[in-house]
């Protein structure tokens, strides 16, 4: 090698090193020193708790989301009530039938889906199944091949493929089914054996999912329409599919856009605000619990000024002892603050819903945890109507009669090496 050519690759190496620093400086600064968008706010400019209506015009214009107005709400309690009711809807369409879901394994209830969407498509209505492809990995193949035959159109949800690494671990755990632009479904409930019957034994869990109609219906087409486009290009679009919706009841909901974010994600802001406009009392049921600690402490902090705080979680039976040990790592902080902790006993509760002073709710499919704050996208709907709210207050009463009460005594007292474990699972917190 010549001089000159030793004197430009030194000369290369020390440019390489200096990207090389400077990039890691960047990557520590960036992780050290949060942007302010990226972590959630620290108050309310209004002077103490907000009413129904104050959080409604509070929620709306600080995620810019419409407040809807006309809309009718059913809920529909465990597989019982629920399959029913959205075979019904499938067999009742004449246009349309659009299909999300995070999860649709095999079994029973999965063929009869399969086999109402094939009759459904073979008499001329327009099918559209997308599947998330890390939660149906277990569908049948020979199902998807049915599914075709008949004139459905069916997408698998970012499979895994070497052009989309950096976006696998952001995955659409969205429920949402809407037929004829007209009649939507959403809720926490997947197309599986284990969401049949009534929650009766550990095979069969506890679950709610709604039945909606009214104009909001168009936002649950728009949920769909994004992950659908994003699996196939295909872009959603006429009055077919997206009619005019008259006013069907009283229920004013906004419909949360939750997508993956590097900022305080809109769900975790509606939860943010939940815990720091409440006058009086907030229950939440959600299978897994593990927020991000800043999110947390709003449960703690809102507890301490005076409002009564419920958190229904899975006891013995839940399908990830990771998730369910990580939980309990936040147990000591809220019993301390003055939130009461039950723990549901005869099977794997997976409902997912939140309601504020017996006046307005969150459904949908977000958990109470960091992959459905950042990572996935999410279908909520926060729905101002009493009736709504009573109903489903009423149906946490029920559980909570199922339920076990968690006491600050009893978490002081667990061993030393269960407090380890427990810690060790909550490293995982940001995959959870």
Not at 348 to 363: E, F, P, Q, R
């Amino acid at each position: 090698m010549t001089r000159s050519g030793g004197t430009i690759a030194v000369l290369y190496l020390y440019v390489l090193s200096a990207i090389g620093v400077l990039a890691l400086a960047s990557l520590l600064y960036n992780w050290l020193v949060p942007d302010q968008s990226q972590i959630a706010p620290h108050c309310l400019s209004a002077n103490g708790s907000l009413d129904a209506d104050e959080s409604a015009r509070a929620l709306s214009a600080n995620l810019n989301a419409p407040l809807v107005d006309g809309n009718a709400i059913d809920a529909l309690l465990n597989g019982d009530e629920i399959f029913p009711a959205m075979l019904e809807a499938i067999r009742q369409a004449t246009d349309s039938v659009h299909l999300l879901t995070y999860i649709y394994w095999q079994g029973a209830i999965a063929h009869q889906f399969g086999e109402e969407l094939c009759a459904a498509a073979r008499r001329g209505v327009r099918v559209r199944l997308l599947v998330d492809a890390v939660g149906g990995a277990k569908m049948a193949g020979g199902m998807v091949d049915d599914l075709k035959v008949a004139g459905c159109k069916f997408a698998w949800y970012r499979p895994l493929r070497w052009y989309n690494l950096g976006r696998f671990n952001n995955r659409t755990h969205r429920k949402v089914m809407v037929v004829d632009g007209r009649v939507g479904f959403t809720g926490g409930v997947g197309i599986a054996e284990v969401w049949t019957g009534h929650a009766q034994d550990p095979g069969h869990w506890r679950d709610d999912h709604f039945r909606i109609r009214g104009p909001v219906v168009h936002y649950l087409q728009g949920s769909f329409a994004v992950n659908w486009r994003q699996a196939t290009g295909e872009v959603l679009a006429g009055a077919s599919l997206f009619p005019d919706l008259r006013h069907e009841g009283d229920a004013r909901i906004v419909a949360v856009d939750a997508a993956p974010s590097v900022r305080i994600s809109t769900i975790g802001f509606t939860y943010w605000l939940f815990s720091h406009a409440a006058c009086e009392e907030i229950r939440i049921t959600t299978p897994y619990y593990v927020p991000d600690p800043r999110l947390h402490l709003g449960l703690a902090s809102a507890a301490q000024r005076g409002v009564k705080v419920s958190l229904l979680v899975p006891g013995p039976h839940i399908d990830t002892q990771l998730v369910s040990r990580a939980s309990k790592t936040y147990y000591r902080q809220l019993l301390q603050a003055g939130v009461v902790i039950h723990e549901y006993q005869p099977s794997m509760i997976h409902t997912k819903t939140v309601t504020v002073d017996g006046a307005y709710a969150l459904i949908g499919s977000p958990n109470f945890d960091t992959r459905s704050f950042g990572l996935n996208y999410e279908e909520a709907l926060v729905v101002y109507d009493r009736s709504l709210t009573q109903t489903l207050n009423r149906s946490f009463e029920n559980d909570l009669a199922n339920a076990r009460q968690v006491t600050l005594g009893e978490v002081e007292s667990w061993a030393p090496w269960t407090r380890v474990i427990n810690h060790l699972a909550r490293l995982l917190r940001a995959q959870l």
